[in-house]
């Protein structure tokens, strides 16, 4: 693992991955657009690398503390990360976590390419047995979309026991909340289509190995598959990385404010919100068709899928078919944005007027 360096985040996410200091060099890292290079150096072709994008890795890398890999999104991250795992291998995940991942397991299990044993990761003896001669242990925390928390710490100390390698999918959390490697995970994932770059603009995806040999697997699965990042891409997320801390914290802030008061408010049967991070689910009285008048009502709060921009957005989640069906048919997950919290609740108090019809 490499050391963290010795900068709080928010100074990382600011200093690191610009190009070295010379006079009148560029203090921002240039967008190189090429797909071939002259002959005789180390990358040769554009889809081995790119100097744009190990600018944004040289960053991530930095905040994660690790080696990180860039790809075109963030499954095509979880893809490579999948593919570490030996044929016939076996994964264990929770059922509470990225339906996309949980997708691609099912398929991966139906061809016969690995097996997965599904397991709440919050329940500590059924963890302890299902690691038992597994591969790879892939985790979400906090868990999407009902916002639970798993003890990163603990469960490290027993994939390390058990020799199975530890993903998490950092995604909610960032590396401003939550350093995955430091607790003993060996990989960390990230959509940095959602807080990393912050600004709904991109897709985009970062695994950061905690050793070289691993990052090295990566960038092989990247240079053969070629699911390579936009340049434009990264150097909008590195741009968007720049405010991380300020985001996040924003972010958090009216998170915390928003869940506070949704817990007080009539027509809200639960909220869930762990404490960290800035998505906040909450369980309305009524039923879907309840649900879908608040989403459907909002004016600042944009009705759409994904997370992690700096505006508010929220959505009922079973409104996608492939969406976890012990998820209740009226939650609504928030990603909070970074927008005047009175004026997030006035909107949101509004909407919820029209859960009675
Ligand atoms: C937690 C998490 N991981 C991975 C992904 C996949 O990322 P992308 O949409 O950038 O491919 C998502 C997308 O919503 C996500 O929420």
Avoid at 140 to 145: C, F, G, L, V
Avoid at 177 to 188: E, I
Avoid at 265 to 282: F, K, N
Wanted: net charge negative; glycine share 10%; proline share 5%.
């Amino acid at each position: 693992m490499t050391e963290p360096a010795s900068y709080a985040p928010a100074t990382i996410a600011v200093s690191a991955g610009r190009p070295p200091r010379s006079p009148d060099g560029p203090m921002n890292p240039p967008i190189v657009m090429a797909s071939t290079y002259h002959a005789g150096g180390e990358v040769g072709y554009g889809r081995y690398g790119n100097p744009t994008w190990e600018m944004l890795e040289s960053a991530v890398s930095a905040l994660e503390g690790g080696v990180a890999t860039s790809f075109a999104s963030g499954m095509a991250a979880v893809t490579a990360v999948i593919d570490l795992v030996p044929v016939g291998g076996v994964v264990v995940a929770s059922p509470a976590a990225y339906y996309g991942t949980l997708a691609m397991l099912v398929r991966l299990e139906e061809t016969g390419r690995l097996r997965v044993r599904r397991v709440e990761l919050t329940d500590r003896d059924a963890t302890t047995e299902a690691l038992q001669g597994a591969d790879l242990c892939w985790v979400e925390t906090p868990t999407n979309p009902m916002l639970r928390r798993v003890d990163l710490d603990d469960l490290g100390t027993r994939t390390a026991q058990a020799g199975v390698m530890l993903v998490v999918d950092n995604t909610f959390a960032t590396p401003i909340l939550q350093r995955p490697l430091q607790s003993g995970a060996d990989v960390v994932v990230h959509s940095a289509t959602k807080y990393l770059s912050g600004h709904s603009d991109l897709l985009l995806g970062v695994a950061v190995a905690a050793d070289a040999d691993i990052a090295e697997r990566l960038v092989g699965h990247r240079s053969t598959q070629g699911a390579v990042p936009g340049t434009i891409e990264a150097w909008l997320a590195l741009r968007g990385l720049r405010t991380l801390q300020l985001r996040v914290e924003r972010a958090q802030a009216n998170a915390a404010e928003l869940a506070r008061r949704l817990g007080r408010h009539e027509a809200v049967a639960q909220v869930h919100y762990p404490d960290l991070g800035a998505m906040v689910s909450v369980v309305l009285h009524g039923d879907a068709a309840a649900a879908d008048r608040v989403t459907g009502s909002t004016e600042l709060w944009v009705h759409a899928t994904s997370l992690g921009g700096v505006e508010s957005s929220l959505e009922r989640r079973r409104r996608w078919p492939g969406e976890n069906t012990e998820v209740p048919e009226t939650l609504l997950r928030l990603s909070v944005g970074i927008e005047d919290v009175e004026d997030l609740w006035a909107d949101l108090e509004a909407a919820l007027e029209h859960v009675g019809g």
